[in-house]
Nanobody, 125 residues
Framework: QVQLVESGGGLVQAGGSLRLSCAAS????????MGWFRQAPGKEREFVALVSRRARSTDYADSVKGRFTISRDNAKNTVYLQMNSLKPEDTAVYYC??????????????????WGPGTQVTVSS
């Protein structure tokens, strides 16, 4: 079992940057693939980014490619989401999620077993 807590959200102007962190505790962090998702008001939750257990592979939603970077530090039990060139449409609650199974459908939030409570990101125009 793993507990997740996000931090780093806030209010930023369009074009600005934020770095989200997700701290994990309670289990072997390196045994989990980690994802970031977001949910805007009135919209469904959507996949943002994934990093594999040892950070050998990453993937991104088309809407954030080239602007967001996911990374992890297994020594610190933390996954990061560096968000640059932010747009008003990036406004959402951002969640990190963890999954231990191999070969799961990582773009599907229902595949993840553990979730953090989320952190609000608001981008003003």
């Amino acid at each position: 079992q793993v507990q997740l807590v996000e931090s780093g959200g806030g209010l930023v102007q369009a074009g600005g940057s934020l770095r989200l962190s997700c701290a994990a505790s309670g289990s072997t962090f390196s045994s989990y693939a980690m994802g970031w998702f977001r949910q805007a008001p009135g919209k469904e939750r959507e996949f943002v980014a994934l990093v594999s257990r040892r950070a050998r592979s990453t993937d991104y939603a088309d809407s954030v490619k080239g602007r967001f970077t996911i990374s992890r530090d297994n020594a610190k039990n933390t996954v990061y989401l560096q968000m640059n060139s932010l747009k008003p449409e990036d406004t959402a609650v951002y969640y990190c999620a963890a999954e231990q199974d191999m070969g799961f459908r990582y773009e599907d939030g229902d595949e993840y077993e553990y979730w953090g409570p989320g952190t609000q990101v608001t981008v003003s125009s």
